[in-house]
């Protein structure tokens, strides 16, 4: 267990629909990290939070947000989904913003119909 | 254009063999890499790293080699054993960036009792 927490574990809804992710990093890490996993793909970096700032975005869509609140749990936004956003999303977190280790979540599987 | 490349979708070793898995990459601006292995239905979990000041790491089974000039790395797992069967994904990050690590797409290995 690596203390990250991810809710949902399964998510499945229709095109056009908004989704919420949501994430609790380990006790003590500051910083979140979110990635997408599609099928035979490696996991692609989407959005990193530190102690609620936004501090790197990766191949993030327009229609995808996030954000992380004050008692440092993120959450991650996925509005007009299309077919293609069916993947994994796992959740990761670190002490600091730029320490190497990353702890991840079990993710959420996310299916559009 | 992949950054991080394993080119080796999946692996099979006998029990107690050397299991060898390879990962390239293209941008000489990372100074940091790191293996991680996945279980299905599980996040990735930090296996084992290797800064880019070194050569070598070791870490009781688990040996990275990094070889610079060639943009190279390795993990070495002696003696392989069944429960080490699972994906093990190669990631780099980029000395210039906030800490988001740049994944390849994985190896599938299988280690046969």
């Known amino acids: 267990d690596s203390g990250v927490t991810q809710t949902p574990k399964h998510l499945i809804t229709a095109t056009g629909q908004r989704v919420t992710l949501r994430c609790s990093p380990r006790?003590?890490?500051?910083?979140v990290y979110w990635y997408q996993q599609s099928l035979d793909q490696g996991l692609q970096f989407l959005i990193q939070y530190y102690n609620g700032e936004e501090r790197a975005k990766g191949n993030i869509l327009e229609r995808f947000s996030a954000q992380q609140f004050p008692d440092l749990h993120s959450e991650l936004n996925l509005s007009s989904l299309e077919l293609g956003d069916s993947a994994l999303y796992f959740c990761a977190s670190s002490v600091a913003s730029t320490l190497n280790e990353q702890f991840f979540g079990p993710g959420t599987r996310l299916t559009v119909l | 254009d992949q950054q991080v490349k394993q080119n080796s979708p999946s692996l099979s070793v006998q029990e107690g063999r050397i299991s060898i898995l390879n990962c390239d990459y293209t941008?000489?601006?990372?100074?940091?890499f790191l293996w991680y292995k996945k279980y299905p239905a599980e996040g990735p979990t930090f296996l084992i790293s290797i800064s880019s000041i070194k050569d070598k790491n070791e870490d009781g089974r688990f040996t990275v080699f990094l070889n610079k000039s060639a943009k190279h790395l390795s993990l070495h797992i002696v003696p392989s054993q069944p429960g080490d069967s699972a994906v093990y994904f190669c990631a780099a990050k980029n000395g210039g960036s906030q800490g988001n690590l740049i994944f390849g797409k994985g190896t599938k290995l299988s280690v046969k009792p």
């Open positions: 941008n000489s601006m990372f100074d940091y």
């Open positions: 006790s003590g890490d500051l910083s």
